[in-house]
Protein backbone atom coordinates (compact mmCIF):
# COMPACT_ATOMS: atom_id res chain seq x y z
CA UNK A 1 0.00 0.00 0.00
CA UNK A 2 1.49 3.49 -0.89
CA UNK A 3 1.53 6.38 1.54
CA UNK A 4 2.89 9.16 1.49
CA UNK A 5 2.81 11.25 4.46
CA UNK A 6 3.80 15.62 4.51
CA UNK A 7 4.54 17.55 7.69
CA UNK A 8 6.37 20.57 8.55
CA UNK A 9 3.74 23.06 7.56
CA UNK A 10 2.28 25.40 9.88
CA UNK A 11 2.16 29.27 10.15
CA UNK A 12 4.76 31.90 9.22
CA UNK A 13 5.45 35.28 8.80
CA UNK A 14 6.31 36.61 5.79
CA UNK A 15 9.68 36.59 4.71
CA UNK A 16 9.86 33.55 7.07
CA UNK A 17 11.07 29.66 6.12
CA UNK A 18 9.42 26.28 6.67
CA UNK A 19 10.80 22.81 5.59
CA UNK A 20 8.27 20.32 4.29
CA UNK A 21 8.97 16.74 4.39
CA UNK A 22 7.43 13.99 3.13
CA UNK A 23 7.65 9.79 4.14
CA UNK A 24 6.76 7.17 1.65
CA UNK A 25 6.24 3.54 2.13
CA UNK A 26 4.82 0.72 0.22
CA UNK A 27 7.04 1.16 -3.61
CA UNK A 28 10.62 1.40 -4.23
CA UNK A 29 11.41 4.97 -3.52
CA UNK A 30 14.44 5.50 -5.21
CA UNK A 31 13.00 4.20 -8.12
CA UNK A 32 10.54 7.55 -8.48
CA UNK A 33 10.99 10.90 -9.20
CA UNK A 34 9.02 12.77 -6.83
CA UNK A 35 7.23 16.18 -6.81
CA UNK A 36 5.63 18.30 -4.51
CA UNK A 37 2.45 20.20 -5.46
CA UNK A 38 0.72 23.33 -3.76
CA UNK A 39 -3.50 24.47 -4.46
CA UNK A 40 -4.01 27.86 -2.98
CA UNK A 41 -7.94 28.78 -1.64
CA UNK A 42 -10.16 28.97 -5.16
CA UNK A 43 -7.10 28.36 -7.53
CA UNK A 44 -5.55 24.97 -9.45
CA UNK A 45 -3.32 22.73 -7.93
CA UNK A 46 0.06 23.51 -9.50
CA UNK A 47 3.78 21.94 -9.86
CA UNK A 48 6.01 23.63 -7.42
CA UNK A 49 9.06 21.24 -7.94
CA UNK A 50 10.12 18.30 -9.10
CA UNK A 51 13.37 15.95 -8.08
CA UNK A 52 14.57 13.11 -10.36
CA UNK A 53 14.71 9.30 -8.73
CA UNK A 54 18.66 9.85 -7.75
CA UNK A 55 18.35 13.57 -6.98
CA UNK A 56 20.51 15.03 -9.60
CA UNK A 57 18.08 16.39 -11.72
CA UNK A 58 15.50 18.95 -9.86
CA UNK A 59 13.24 21.64 -11.88
CA UNK A 60 10.92 24.38 -10.24
CA UNK A 61 8.54 26.40 -11.14
CA UNK A 62 9.62 29.92 -11.90
CA UNK A 63 7.85 31.57 -8.90
CA UNK A 64 9.51 29.84 -6.30
CA UNK A 65 13.58 29.64 -8.25
CA UNK A 66 15.96 30.53 -6.00
CA UNK A 67 14.01 30.66 -2.73
CA UNK A 68 12.98 27.02 -2.20
CA UNK A 69 14.65 23.80 -3.02
CA UNK A 70 13.50 20.25 -3.11
CA UNK A 71 15.77 17.61 -1.84
CA UNK A 72 15.44 13.87 -0.98
CA UNK A 73 17.22 11.06 0.95
CA UNK A 74 16.63 7.59 -0.24
CA UNK A 75 17.46 6.16 2.78
CA UNK A 76 14.78 7.39 4.51
CA UNK A 77 12.37 7.30 1.96
CA UNK A 78 12.09 11.34 2.41
CA UNK A 79 11.31 14.21 0.43
CA UNK A 80 11.81 17.40 1.52
CA UNK A 81 11.17 21.09 0.57
CA UNK A 82 12.82 23.96 2.05
CA UNK A 83 10.71 27.23 1.39
CA UNK A 84 12.53 30.30 1.90
CA UNK A 85 11.50 34.03 2.07
CA UNK A 86 7.66 33.12 2.01
CA UNK A 87 4.93 35.20 0.44
CA UNK A 88 1.60 35.70 1.38
CA UNK A 89 0.11 34.60 -1.72
CA UNK A 90 2.13 31.39 -1.28
CA UNK A 91 -0.77 30.04 1.31
CA UNK A 92 -1.21 26.92 0.62
CA UNK A 93 -2.29 23.25 0.85
CA UNK A 94 1.16 21.82 -0.38
CA UNK A 95 0.90 18.42 -1.73
CA UNK A 96 3.39 15.67 -2.36
CA UNK A 97 3.26 13.61 -5.02
CA UNK A 98 5.33 10.16 -6.63
CA UNK A 99 4.42 6.65 -8.42
CA UNK A 100 1.44 8.88 -9.43
CA UNK A 101 0.08 9.07 -5.87
CA UNK A 102 -0.69 11.87 -3.26
CA UNK A 103 -0.58 12.39 0.07
CA UNK A 104 -2.87 14.58 2.11
CA UNK A 105 -1.17 17.40 2.13
CA UNK A 106 0.23 19.82 5.06
CA UNK A 107 -1.52 23.37 4.92
CA UNK A 108 0.94 26.48 5.08
CA UNK A 109 -0.35 29.81 5.76
CA UNK A 110 2.20 32.99 5.30
CA UNK A 111 0.89 36.19 7.80
CA UNK A 112 1.81 39.58 6.78
Known amino acids: QVR ?9 QSGGSLRLSCAASGFTFSSYAM ?10 REL ?6 TGGA ?5 AVKGRFTISRDNAKNTTYLQM ?8 AVYYCRGKDYW ?5 VTVST
Open 84 to 91: NSLKRTET
Open 48 to 53: VAVISS
Open 58 to 62: TNYVE
Open 4 to 12: LVESGGGLV
Open 35 to 44: SWYRQAPGKE
Open 103 to 107: GRGTQ
